[in-house]
Protein backbone atom coordinates (compact mmCIF):
# COMPACT_ATOMS: atom_id res chain seq x y z
CA UNK A 1 0.00 0.00 0.00
CA UNK A 2 2.70 2.45 0.90
CA UNK A 3 4.69 1.58 -2.33
CA UNK A 4 1.31 2.29 -4.49
CA UNK A 5 1.25 5.49 -2.39
CA UNK A 6 5.02 6.57 -3.44
CA UNK A 7 4.70 5.27 -7.02
CA UNK A 8 1.41 7.49 -7.58
CA UNK A 9 3.49 10.13 -6.15
CA UNK A 10 6.31 10.19 -8.43
CA UNK A 11 3.99 9.55 -11.30
CA UNK A 12 1.86 12.50 -10.21
CA UNK A 13 5.58 14.91 -10.07
CA UNK A 14 6.09 13.44 -13.36
CA UNK A 15 3.10 14.31 -14.98
CA UNK A 16 3.23 17.65 -13.21
CA UNK A 17 6.76 18.23 -14.60
CA UNK A 18 6.22 17.25 -18.28
CA UNK A 19 2.93 19.72 -17.91
CA UNK A 20 4.93 22.43 -17.35
CA UNK A 21 7.99 21.29 -20.28
CA UNK A 22 5.22 21.12 -22.69
CA UNK A 23 3.53 24.70 -21.53
CA UNK A 24 7.41 26.06 -22.08
CA UNK A 25 7.19 28.40 -25.35
CA UNK A 26 8.58 30.79 -27.63
CA UNK A 27 7.55 33.82 -28.32
CA UNK A 28 9.07 36.20 -31.28
CA UNK A 29 8.41 40.14 -31.38
CA UNK A 30 7.05 41.39 -33.99
CA UNK A 31 7.03 45.46 -35.02
CA UNK A 32 9.19 48.16 -34.97
CA UNK A 33 7.98 49.85 -31.79
CA UNK A 34 5.55 49.06 -28.80
CA UNK A 35 4.68 47.94 -25.10
CA UNK A 36 6.02 44.75 -23.74
CA UNK A 37 2.26 44.55 -22.49
CA UNK A 38 0.91 44.60 -25.89
CA UNK A 39 -0.05 40.93 -26.31
CA UNK A 40 -0.36 41.61 -30.33
CA UNK A 41 3.34 42.07 -30.59
CA UNK A 42 3.99 38.40 -29.39
CA UNK A 43 3.70 35.59 -31.59
CA UNK A 44 4.31 32.27 -30.78
CA UNK A 45 6.66 29.83 -32.56
CA UNK A 46 6.93 31.60 -35.72
CA UNK A 47 7.01 35.07 -36.98
CA UNK A 48 2.95 34.26 -38.08
CA UNK A 49 2.05 32.63 -34.95
CA UNK A 50 -0.69 33.07 -32.68
CA UNK A 51 -0.61 36.10 -30.57
CA UNK A 52 -2.84 37.23 -27.36
CA UNK A 53 -0.73 35.87 -24.81
CA UNK A 54 2.48 37.76 -23.09
CA UNK A 55 5.62 35.17 -22.66
CA UNK A 56 6.52 33.94 -19.18
CA UNK A 57 8.86 32.90 -16.92
CA UNK A 58 9.28 29.73 -18.73
CA UNK A 59 9.24 30.91 -21.98
CA UNK A 60 12.26 31.93 -24.19
CA UNK A 61 12.03 35.44 -26.26
CA UNK A 62 13.42 36.43 -29.52
CA UNK A 63 13.25 39.95 -30.97
CA UNK A 64 12.95 40.01 -34.58
CA UNK A 65 13.35 42.82 -37.09
CA UNK A 66 15.82 45.52 -38.63
CA UNK A 67 15.11 47.59 -35.34
CA UNK A 68 12.66 47.54 -32.26
CA UNK A 69 12.15 49.95 -29.67
CA UNK A 70 10.53 48.37 -26.58
CA UNK A 71 8.86 49.91 -24.17
CA UNK A 72 9.11 47.69 -20.71
CA UNK A 73 6.27 49.15 -18.77
CA UNK A 74 6.23 46.50 -15.64
CA UNK A 75 8.35 44.25 -14.28
CA UNK A 76 8.09 41.08 -16.64
CA UNK A 77 10.59 38.15 -16.19
CA UNK A 78 11.33 34.94 -18.92
CA UNK A 79 13.39 32.57 -19.42
CA UNK A 80 15.87 33.65 -22.24
CA UNK A 81 16.33 36.89 -24.79
CA UNK A 82 17.91 36.50 -27.80
CA UNK A 83 17.32 38.05 -31.51
CA UNK A 84 15.94 36.00 -33.73
CA UNK A 85 18.47 36.91 -36.38
CA UNK A 86 21.29 38.14 -36.28
CA UNK A 87 24.02 41.76 -37.95
CA UNK A 88 25.61 44.65 -37.27
CA UNK A 89 23.05 46.71 -38.56
CA UNK A 90 20.14 45.60 -36.01
CA UNK A 91 19.54 47.85 -33.07
CA UNK A 92 17.16 46.66 -30.41
CA UNK A 93 16.11 49.66 -27.63
CA UNK A 94 14.48 49.09 -24.29
CA UNK A 95 12.72 52.13 -22.71
CA UNK A 96 10.49 52.63 -19.76
CA UNK A 97 10.47 52.18 -16.35
CA UNK A 98 10.07 48.54 -15.50
CA UNK A 99 11.90 45.72 -14.83
CA UNK A 100 12.99 42.83 -17.15
CA UNK A 101 14.39 39.58 -15.66
CA UNK A 102 15.88 37.05 -17.59
CA UNK A 103 16.84 33.58 -16.90
CA UNK A 104 15.02 30.80 -15.02
CA UNK A 105 14.86 26.83 -14.90
CA UNK A 106 18.51 25.92 -15.08
CA UNK A 107 18.73 27.75 -18.55
CA UNK A 108 22.70 27.69 -19.68
CA UNK A 109 22.34 31.42 -21.96
CA UNK A 110 19.96 33.74 -20.80
CA UNK A 111 21.06 36.44 -22.99
CA UNK A 112 23.05 36.96 -26.39
CA UNK A 113 23.89 39.55 -28.64
CA UNK A 114 24.25 37.38 -31.28
CA UNK A 115 26.39 40.68 -33.29
CA UNK A 116 23.30 42.62 -33.12
CA UNK A 117 23.33 45.80 -30.64
CA UNK A 118 21.11 46.02 -27.45
CA UNK A 119 20.67 49.73 -25.84
CA UNK A 120 19.29 49.65 -22.11
CA UNK A 121 17.66 53.49 -21.91
CA UNK A 122 15.67 53.36 -18.75
CA UNK A 123 14.26 50.19 -17.53
CA UNK A 124 16.56 47.53 -15.54
CA UNK A 125 18.00 44.22 -17.04
CA UNK A 126 18.23 41.35 -14.30
CA UNK A 127 19.87 38.53 -15.12
CA UNK A 128 18.86 35.66 -12.55
CA UNK A 129 20.76 32.41 -13.78
CA UNK A 130 22.56 31.84 -16.76
CA UNK A 131 25.54 33.13 -18.60
CA UNK A 132 25.23 36.73 -20.60
CA UNK A 133 27.30 36.49 -24.12
CA UNK A 134 28.28 39.65 -25.95
CA UNK A 135 29.10 37.61 -29.08
CA UNK A 136 29.95 40.18 -31.55
CA UNK A 137 27.90 43.45 -31.14
CA UNK A 138 27.19 45.16 -28.07
CA UNK A 139 25.46 45.88 -24.79
CA UNK A 140 25.15 50.03 -23.88
CA UNK A 141 23.72 51.02 -21.06
CA UNK A 142 22.83 54.63 -21.40
CA UNK A 143 19.59 54.46 -18.35
CA UNK A 144 18.83 51.90 -15.79
CA UNK A 145 20.71 48.59 -14.23
CA UNK A 146 22.34 45.52 -16.06
CA UNK A 147 22.58 43.17 -13.01
CA UNK A 148 25.17 40.40 -13.90
CA UNK A 149 24.89 37.06 -13.66
CA UNK A 150 28.25 36.12 -15.18
CA UNK A 151 28.81 38.40 -18.40
CA UNK A 152 31.33 36.72 -21.09
CA UNK A 153 32.46 39.65 -23.05
CA UNK A 154 34.05 37.61 -26.04
CA UNK A 155 34.44 36.73 -29.89
CA UNK A 156 35.42 39.28 -32.20
CA UNK A 157 34.43 42.94 -31.62
CA UNK A 158 31.77 42.51 -29.02
CA UNK A 159 31.65 46.13 -27.04
CA UNK A 160 29.88 46.37 -23.11
CA UNK A 161 29.38 50.42 -23.47
CA UNK A 162 28.52 52.10 -20.08
CA UNK A 163 26.99 55.41 -20.72
CA UNK A 164 25.36 56.87 -17.88
CA UNK A 165 23.89 53.57 -16.31
CA UNK A 166 24.93 51.48 -13.64
CA UNK A 167 26.32 47.50 -14.42
CA UNK A 168 26.42 45.67 -10.87
CA UNK A 169 27.35 42.31 -9.91
CA UNK A 170 24.80 42.89 -6.61
CA UNK A 171 27.06 42.96 -4.19
CA UNK A 172 28.47 39.47 -5.05
CA UNK A 173 31.47 38.28 -6.23
CA UNK A 174 30.84 35.36 -7.81
CA UNK A 175 29.07 37.34 -10.38
CA UNK A 176 31.52 38.60 -12.61
CA UNK A 177 32.64 40.24 -16.44
CA UNK A 178 34.63 38.03 -17.84
CA UNK A 179 36.62 39.64 -20.98
CA UNK A 180 37.58 36.85 -23.24
CA UNK A 181 38.62 36.86 -26.83
CA UNK A 182 38.71 33.48 -28.33
CA UNK A 183 40.34 34.20 -31.45
CA UNK A 184 43.12 34.68 -29.91
CA UNK A 185 44.97 36.49 -32.30
CA UNK A 186 46.64 40.28 -32.59
CA UNK A 187 45.09 42.45 -35.30
CA UNK A 188 41.81 40.73 -35.16
CA UNK A 189 38.68 42.96 -33.87
CA UNK A 190 38.72 43.00 -30.13
CA UNK A 191 36.52 42.90 -27.35
CA UNK A 192 35.73 46.04 -25.82
CA UNK A 193 34.63 47.44 -22.28
CA UNK A 194 34.03 50.84 -23.03
CA UNK A 195 33.81 53.16 -19.74
CA UNK A 196 31.79 56.78 -20.69
CA UNK A 197 29.87 57.63 -17.76
CA UNK A 198 27.81 55.72 -15.44
CA UNK A 199 29.14 53.18 -12.25
CA UNK A 200 30.59 50.09 -12.87
CA UNK A 201 30.25 47.86 -9.54
CA UNK A 202 31.34 44.76 -10.64
CA UNK A 203 34.16 42.29 -10.25
CA UNK A 204 36.02 42.20 -14.05
CA UNK A 205 38.37 39.70 -15.38
CA UNK A 206 40.54 39.46 -18.19
CA UNK A 207 40.55 35.90 -19.61
CA UNK A 208 43.02 34.66 -22.69
CA UNK A 209 43.16 36.31 -25.97
CA UNK A 210 43.10 40.01 -26.86
CA UNK A 211 41.08 43.08 -25.80
CA UNK A 212 41.23 46.60 -25.65
CA UNK A 213 39.38 49.09 -22.20
CA UNK A 214 38.99 53.17 -23.15
CA UNK A 215 37.93 55.49 -20.86
CA UNK A 216 39.17 54.99 -17.71
CA UNK A 217 41.72 53.91 -15.80
CA UNK A 218 42.38 50.18 -15.80
CA UNK A 219 43.45 47.53 -13.32
CA UNK A 220 43.08 43.64 -13.65
CA UNK A 221 40.42 42.84 -11.75
CA UNK A 222 38.13 46.45 -10.93
CA UNK A 223 36.38 45.71 -7.76
CA UNK A 224 32.84 46.92 -5.68
CA UNK A 225 31.98 51.06 -6.05
CA UNK A 226 33.56 51.77 -9.06
CA UNK A 227 32.30 55.14 -10.33
CA UNK A 228 33.84 57.23 -13.17
Given at each position: ????????????????????????A?????G???????????????L??????L?????????????????????Y????????????????????????????????????????????????????????????G??????????????????????????????????????????????????????????????????V?????Y??????????????????
Amino acid sequence: MKLSRVLLAVCAFGLAFLADVANAATFIWVGEEGDWSDATKWHQGTLAGPTGVLPGVDDEVQLSGAKAKINVDDDYHVKSMNPYAWGPAIVYTFVGNGKLTVGSGGVNTSFNTYNCNYILDGPDLYCQEGVQYIQGGSLTVKKGVFTVKTCYHQYADGKLIIDGGTVTSAGDDNRSIILENLWEKTGDPLATLELRSGVLDARVDFYVGYFTVTGGTWDRTITQNRTF
